[in-house]
T-cell receptor, first 111, second 114 residues
Framework: RKEVEQDPGPFNVPEGATVAFNCTYS??????FFWYRQDCRKEPKLLMSVYSSGNEDGRFTAQLNRASQYISLLIRDSKLSDSATYLC????????????FGAGTRLFVKA | DGGITQSPKYLFRKEGQNVTLSCEQN?????MYWYRQDPGQGLRLIYY???????QKGDIAEGYSVSREKKESFPLTVTSAQKNPTAFYLC?????????????FGSGTRLTVV
C-alpha cells in the first residue's frame, strides 16, 4: 500500500460544479497535511493547510479525518482556472522528517 | 519579491556527462530540498539540507550530489552514475525542515538525456 494515495482522475466537471477529492494516508502518526496545486508543466504551489477542525478559504474547503486516515478537498462553484493537478502532501514527522507527496488528482473544468 | 530561482529551465545531457542544476533562494529559509518528478508519480526526495555545510540523502540519492556552501544556494549535480536522469527537477525551501509551514518551489528544470 502506498503511503499516500490519491485517485489520479481525471475529474471532468462543468463550470459551477462542486467537486471533491480524497487522499488516504497509511501512517497514523502523520502530523501535518496540505493540499498543493500544480498547473501543467509548472511547479507545485501551496493551496492550503489542512486542520483537524476543517478549514475554508473562499471556494475551497479542506478537512482531515484522523480516524479514517484521509484528507479531503472540496471545491465549490468550479472555475475554468481551477483546472490543474491537486497534490496531497503528508508530513509523517518520524525521526528527521518525512514528507510524502501524493501523485495528484487531475481536474478539468469545462465551459 | 522573495522566491526561488532555478536554472536552466531546460537542460539536455549526453550519455556519460555530469550536469549541474542551479537553485538560489532569497527567502532566508534554512531548509532546502531537491525533488524529482516523473509522470504519474509523486515528488521523490533526492537530497535535503537543514543548514549550511550539511545535507542529507533522501529516498533516491544515488547518482546525484549536492553542496550547501551558502544559505542561499543548493546546487544539484546529476552524475553519469544516474542511469535514468530524464525528469522534472524541483528545488524547494522551507522555513524549517519538514515543510510544516509549507514549501516554496522553484519553477523547475526539465532534464533530458540525448
Amino acid at each position: 500500500r502506498k503511503e499516500v494515495e490519491q485517485d489520479p482522475g481525471p475529474f471532468n466537471v462543468p463550470e459551477g460544479a462542486t467537486v471533491a477529492f480524497n487522499c488516504t494516508y497509511s501512517n497514523s502518526a502523520s502530523q501535518s497535511f496540505f493540499w498543493y496545486r500544480q498547473d501543467c508543466r509548472k511547479e507545485p504551489k501551496l493551496l492550503m493547510s489542512v486542520y483537524s477542525s476543517g478549514n475554508e478559504d473562499g471556494r475551497f474547503t479542506a478537512q482531515l479525518n484522523r480516524a479514517s486516515q484521509y484528507i479531503s478537498l472540496l471545491i465549490r462553484d468550479s472555475k475554468l482556472s481551477d483546472s490543474a493537478t491537486y497534490l496531497c502532501v503528508v508530513n509523517m514527522g518520524t525521526g528527521g522528517f518525512k514528507t510524502i507527496f501524493g501523485a495528484g488528482t487531475r481536474l478539468f473544468v469545462k465551459a | 519579491d522573495g522566491g526561488i530561482t532555478q536554472s536552466p529551465k531546460y537542460l539536455f545531457r549526453k550519455e556519460g556527462q555530469n550536469v549541474t542544476l542551479s537553485c538560489e533562494q532569497n527567502l532566508n529559509h534554512d531548509a532546502m530540498y531537491w525533488y524529482r518528478q516523473d509522470p504519474g508519480q509523486g515528488l521523490r526526495l533526492i537530497y535535503y539540507s537543514q543548514i549550511v555545510n550539511d545535507f542529507q540523502k533522501g529516498d533516491i540519492a544515488e547518482g546525484y550530489s549536492v553542496s550547501r556552501e551558502k544559505k542561499e544556494s543548493f546546487p544539484l549535480t546529476v552524475t553519469s552514475a544516474q542511469k535514468n536522469p530524464t525528469a522534472f527537477y524541483l528545488c524547494a525551501s522551507s522555513r524549517r525542515t519538514g515543510g510544516d509551514y509549507g514549501y516554496t518551489f522553484g519553477s523547475g528544470t526539465r532534464l533530458t538525456v540525448v
